[in-house]
């Protein structure tokens, strides 16, 4: 199976910056488009931003311009900058990959567990 650790959520005052790190461990799978997904209280889960497995990424409108998503093939791990951080955007951060298992030729959506980032202004 494949298991997603999520790390570097925390509580920045509005200005500031936060890096996550989402590192997925398993055996005999490959990874396709790894991304951060994020969901405030009371709202739906929405997209922050995605990376596919050959570097093209996709942002949200809300953080373009302030964050960057970016990935480590080698080490199986996803990062998002985040700058210029804005009280809106406190909310739980979610690591998501597509994960293509060999031993079932499918591939398969895993979540990891969240990280709180809060924003204070």
């Known amino acids: 199976q494949v298991q997603l650790m999520e790390s570097g959520g925390g509580l920045v005052q509005a200005g500031g910056s936060l890096r996550l790190s989402c590192a997925a461990s398993g055996s005999m799978f490959s990874i396709n488009t790894m991304g951060w997904y994020r969901q405030a209280p009371g709202k739906q889960r929405e997209l922050v931003a995605t990376?596919?497995?050959?570097?093209?990424?996709n942002y949200a409108d809300a953080v373009k311009g302030r964050f960057t998503i970016s990935r480590d093939n080698t080490k199986n791990t996803v990062n998002l900058q985040m700058n210029s951080l804005k009280p809106e955007d406190t909310a739980v951060y979610y690591c998501k990959i597509e994960g293509y298992i060999y031993r079932d030729s499918l591939e398969y959506d895993y979540w990891g567990q969240g990280t709180q980032v809060t924003v204070s202004s």
């Open positions: 990376v596919t497995s050959g570097g093209s990424t």
